[in-house]
């Protein structure tokens, strides 16, 4: 079987990349400014945090920005090997994008709300380098990007894995008691994971060792 790669998301410091990495991440998820969700730090922390990182695990600059060109200023100023960007565009073009930074991979998230989200993951694919699929609600006064800790519909999910030609990464509402259930369900290239491994906002090892047990139980 192959690896699963894991993302664990909302970074708060230097200490808590290091214990993620400790317990097996593979990348790190670094939340820049959102209309809401949990995670938010600042850019200069963003950048402090990815320049310790060391040069095997990827570092995800979590952008709300929708325009191509405010999303490659976003990531001059942290220099993350990675971009996910958490909503849609709404000027310029994820082509732009990759022509700016070649040599940064581009993660375009995806909430899936219904089965239209498979039609979207097919288009989108042929632009971006990763999809991951997550359970907030851009439609929302006050959009939902990410850190719900809500499950979405996995059959979907599934659907669009097997459909589309590049690497899926699944989240929402993902924890050590179901993270087997959720390979299974939908055999992504990758989990990513903020709140089902922190008590009371902070990374807690023991639910990370839990986590990662987990994953190898599953293979």
Not at 107 to 115: D, G, R, S
Request: aromatic content about 4%.
């Amino acid at each position: 079987m192959k690896k699963t790669h894991i993302k664990i998301c909302c970074i708060q410091s230097v200490d808590e990349a290091n214990l993620a990495i400790k317990a097996g991440a593979t990348a790190l998820g670094l939340v820049g400014h959102m209309p809401s969700g949990p995670g938010i730090i600042a850019d200069d922390l963003i950048a402090d945090i990815a320049v310790t990182v060391p040069k095997h695990i990827e570092t995800f600059l979590l952008t709300s920005e929708t325009k191509a060109a405010e999303i490659i200023e976003h990531h001059s100023k942290v220099k993350t090997t990675t971009i996910q960007i958490v909503d849609a565009l709404t000027a310029g073009s994820h082509v732009q994008i990759k022509t700016a930074l070649p040599h940064v991979t581009i993660v375009q998230v995806l909430h899936v709300l219904n089965e239209e989200t498979i039609d979207e993951a097919m288009e989108i694919a042929k632009y971006v380098d990763v999809i991951l699929l997550d359970s907030g609600n851009p439609n929302l006064a006050t959009k939902e990007l990410g850190g719900t800790g809500r499950i979405h519909n996995w059959e979907i999910s599934r659907e669009i894995v097997e459909k589309v030609k590049i690497p899926v990464f699944l989240a929402g509402g993902l924890n050590p008691s179901n993270a087997s259930k959720a390979l299974k369900a939908v055999k992504p290239y990758g989990l990513d994971l903020c709140g089902g491994v922190r008590t009371n906002g902070a990374l807690d090892i023991h639910k990370l060792t839990s986590f990662f047990k987990a994953i190898e139980n599953s293979i």
